[in-house]
């Protein structure tokens, strides 16, 4: 059993839907983005969320951008993102890791290398936006045969003729993206997200994850009420981009874990 089955199987037996914060590596600089992953689960966070700048990051809104430009400029590498789950790995064996991005840096470091490496440093899943299930034999079957789960976005374009590709090989989780489009635009609304929930939970026992538009406590609940969690990203990362104290930061955090956990 993985981390992140584990977290879930936990959270079942408690009756709680899962919260799970996305924060960009080496934003706004190395160490102050360090205090924040290492104190993300202090504020309630079930599963952090790790993304890993590159220069192109084609799905996402300015904000995240925004943080990866400032993570590179600041020598952010994958090897320091690495470092991040070594870290935590010290003081917690508990909290799933998933490493969030693209293909390029991984496929530049090497897949057998970077899954070694990845693996060793406490990584329990990946979510990697560009690779399409036509490209499995790229880096999710050898993800999966290392012990790192593969988790794959569904969207509101994905009809029942895509779901089964997008499940095939997926584990650990479904990310469900409340909305087309790039992060950090429009709000997620749980009266659209309730059905398409349903609809990929009938295909699957995989838990289902809501992200994408996902800004504040209340919003949090809602969307946690009609899934199995939420994710919230981009309202967090604004609050880092803005320069707040990161005890600020951990307390919004700790909002909008509460709000989750309230569904």
């Known amino acids: 059993m993985s981390r992140i089955d584990a977290k879930f199987a936990a959270l079942k037996a408690e009756g709680r839907k899962a919260f799970v914060a996305y924060v960009m590596a080496g934003d706004p600089d190395f160490e102050t983005g360090l205090e924040v992953v290492q104190g993300l689960p202090g504020a309630g966070v079930d599963i952090i969320e790790l993304g890993m700048p590159f220069t192109d990051p084609m799905a996402d809104g300015p904000t995240i951008q925004l943080a990866g430009q400032r993570a590179l400029e600041g020598g952010q590498t994958l090897e320091k993102t690495l470092d991040y789950a070594r870290h935590l790995r010290k003081v917690d064996q508990e909290t799933p890791i998933v490493m969030m991005g693209y293909y390029n840096p991984i496929y530049s470091r090497g ?28 880096l999710c079957i050898p993800a999966q045969k290392a012990g ?15 779901l089964p590709a997008v499940l095939k ?21 749980a009266a659209d997200v309730g059905p398409e929930v349903a609809r990929i939970k ?15 406590p209340d919003a949090a609940e809602a969307i946690a009420k009609v899934a199995d969690g939420a994710v919230v990203g981009s309202a967090i990362v604004e609050k880092i ?8 930061v951990l307390a919004f955090v700790k909002s909008l874990a509460d709000g989750a956990h309230r569904a």
């Open 202 to 216: 009938a295909s699957t026992d995989l838990p289902v994850i809501v992200g994408f538009g996902v800004k504040t």
């Open 169 to 189: 090989n997926t584990s650990g989780f479904v990310y469900y993206v409340s909305m087309t489009g790039i992060t950090g635009t429009a709000a997620a609304q």
């Open 148 to 162: 790192i789960n593969f988790i794959r976005l569904a969207t509101p374009t994905t009809d029942d003729k895509r």
């Open 111 to 138: 897949v057998d290398q970077f899954l070694a490496d990845a693996k060793a440093a406490g990584i329990d899943g990946l979510i990697i936006v560009d690779l399409p299930p036509e490209e499995d034999d790229e």
């Open 241 to 248: 981009g803005a320069g707040e104290p990161v005890a600020d």
